[in-house]
C-alpha cells in the first residue's frame, strides 16, 4: 500500500521575505530620515582681535628657510606683531605689520628697517622700495592670522622671492591687548637685504 504525503508549506520562506521586506523599510526609512534632517548653517565669526603664544611662522627669502615660534597679536584690519622671544619673555625679534608698512626689528643689536606696503608720499621717512603687491600682500596676512588653520602669504622684494607661512596654533580671539612702541630713534636704521641676509 502506497503512503500519501501530506504537503505543508514551509514557513521558512515567509519568515525569510518578511526579514527582507523589514529590513527594506528600514534601510529606505533612514535613507529618507537622513535627507530631511538639516545641518546647521556654519557661522564665521568676525574676530577684531586674535592672539597666540609658541606661533610656528616659517620664513622662506629666496633660498634660505627658517622656522621660529612666535608670540602674535593682531587686530582686524590694523596692526599685526609677531614677536620672537625664545628667552622668558625676552623679545629678540619683532614684526610689525600695518595697512601702510611692514617694520622689522633687530632688538639684540638694535637695527630696524621699514618696508612700505604702499608708494610712500613724495618726502616721506621711509628708505625702502615698496613691497610688490603691498595690499594682496597685507590682506593674505590678515586672512591667515585670523584662520584657526594658518595660511602661507607669499610675495617679492626687489627682485627676492618671500614667504611668510603661519601654523596652526591655539589662538584666543577679542581680547584686547596694547602693543609696546619702540624708541626707533636709538636704532639703526638698515635695509632688508641686510636684515634678512639677502
Not at 9 to 17: G, R, T, V
Not at 34 to 44: D, E, G, L, Q
Request: with cysteine.
Amino acid at each position: 500500500m502506497q503512503k500519501q504525503y501530506s504537503h505543508k508549506p514551509s514557513l521558512q520562506p515567509a519568515i525569510h521575505w518578511t526579514i527582507v521586506v523589514l529590513m527594506t523599510l528600514i534601510l529606505v526609512g533612514c535613507g529618507a530620515q537622513r535627507k530631511t534632517t538639516t545641518t546647521p548653517a556654519v557661522v564665521t565669526k568676525h574676530y577684531q582681535t586674535v592672539s597666540a603664544r609658541q606661533l610656528p611662522v616659517t620664513v622662506t627669502a629666496d633660498s634660505m628657510t627658517y622656522t621660529v615660534y612666535c608670540t602674535m597679536q593682531a587686530r582686524r584690519d590694523s596692526v599685526v606683531v609677531l614677536s620672537l622671544q625664545p628667552l622668558a619673555g625676552m623679545e629678540v625679534v619683532r614684526i610689525e605689520v600695518s595697512p601702510q608698512a611692514m617694520l622689522g626689528v633687530d632688538r639684540t643689536q638694535k637695527r630696524y628697517c621699514i618696508v612700505p606696503l604702499v608708494l610712500p608720499r613724495k618726502g616721506g621717512p621711509w628708505h625702502s622700495l615698496p613691497l610688490k603687491n603691498g595690499e594682496a600682500f597685507y590682506k593674505a596676512l590678515q586672512q591667515a592670522v585670523f584662520s584657526e588653520q594658518g595660511g602661507t602669504v607669499t610675495t617679492e622684494y626687489d627682485g627676492h622671492k618671500l614667504l611668510l607661512q603661519i601654523g596652526s596654533g591655539k589662538r584666543t580671539y577679542d581680547e584686547p591687548f596694547t602693543v609696546r612702541p619702540l624708541k626707533l630713534n636709538e636704532y639703526e636704521e638698515i635695509t632688508v637685504h641686510t636684515l634678512l641676509g639677502l
